[in-house]
């Protein structure tokens, strides 16, 4: 008696071809590494070794960390967000004390670099760093309880050209520092160093002189540059004549506040020094810590420098 194919004869069932479990009308031979699910041409992702699903490459996006630099940056930095937010508040306030002026000369034909530098307006009047004691109204001063100019002018510039040379130097240097710091740590620099400018221009400054401009900020940022490279291993050879250029123009023009530079500089050293050697395992307490240690001390020196003016 002869049998029939695939009867109850048979050695056993007759094997069926794998199917891609997201097309069930697909064959594949295919399986996913990590869930050994069969996978078409269409659903296979690249992997270290073999193929994964859809699902497994999202589980595990989600469950890899986001790789960070040494000193906490992350992705975010690289695309240079707050380097451009900063840029486009300067130009903002720029055009804001501009209309302020009426007719004057806020751009250009001021009496500084060469008469190159604008002149003061209303705004700078407004939002400069100036002591002003005893205070001669209606201008009045940090020491008598304008303390936000110690932040406003750090925003203010006198004149175009003022602006134009800050804001390059700007560009070029924020856009590494906030890539390697990321977003949040490369503003709290900037922020404080340029209060620390600022403030330092409030302590040696005469009580009458008023000063402006992000150059406090951008030399905390070039001392920034060089303490991160230092920390890194790196040749800083290239930053250090930039910024003995910089330091020569700033004792040798008239009409800049070497200060405001050198506090900008120092205070910007130190917040970059706290933010590069921090621990890694502590890494936000202690930059954290470094940094409201900084701005008490900033503050410390704003109030004794006010009561040596009015005591």
């Known amino acids: 008696m002869t049998e029939r ?45 073999g193929h994964q699903c859809p699902e497994c490459v999202n589980e595990g996006r989600r469950s890899v960390r986001p790789a960070r630099t040494a000193f906490g940056g992350g992705a975010a930095g690289r695309r240079g967000i707050v380097t451009r937010t900063l840029i486009a508040l300067n130009l903002l306030v720029m055009v804001l004390s501009v209309l302020s002026d009426r007719g004057g000369d ?38 008598t309880g304008e303390w936000y100019r110690l932040v406003t002018a750090m925003f203010l510039h006198y004149g175009l050209v003022h602006l134009l040379l800050n804001m390059w130097a700007l560009w070029v240097l924020g856009r590494d520092l ?46 920034a540059v060089f303490v991160l490279m230092r920390r890194l291993g790196r040749d800083t050879s290239s930053i250090l004549p930039i910024l003995v250029i910089n330091l020569i123009f700033t004792f040798t023009v008239p009409g800049i506040s070497i200060p405001g530079h050198v506090g900008g500089l120092l205070t ?11 621990p890694r395992m502590r890494r936000s307490v202690f930059q954290t810590v470094g940094t409201v240690v900084i701005l008490v001390a900033l503050i410390g020196l704003v109030l004794v420098r006010t009561a040596a003016l009015t005591g």
Do not use: K
């Open 268 to 278: 910007g050293a130190a917040m970059a020094w706290v933010l590069a050697y921090a």
């Open 178 to 223: 906030e890539a390697l710091l990321g977003p949040l740590r490369f503003l709290a620099l900037y922020l404080v160093a340029g209060l620390g400018g600022n403030v330092a221009a409030y302590l040696f400054s005469n009580p009458h002189a008023a000063s402006a401009g992000a150059s406090t900020a951008i030399f905390g940022l070039f001392a």
């Open 106 to 143: 806020s751009m250009i034909g001021g009496s500084g670099f060469g008469g190159l530098l604008g002149g003061g307006t209303p705004l700078t009047q407004w939002g400069a760093v100036l002591a002003q004691w005893p205070p001669q109204f209606p201008v009045e001063g940090v020491a």
């Open 5 to 49: 194919p695939g009867t109850a004869g048979d050695a056993g069932p007759v094997p069926t071809t794998p199917v891609c479990y997201r097309h069930p009308d697909r064959e594949t031979y295919v399986r996913c590494t990590r869930c050994d699910r069969p996978i078409c041409p269409d659903c296979m992702r690249e992997a270290s070794v």
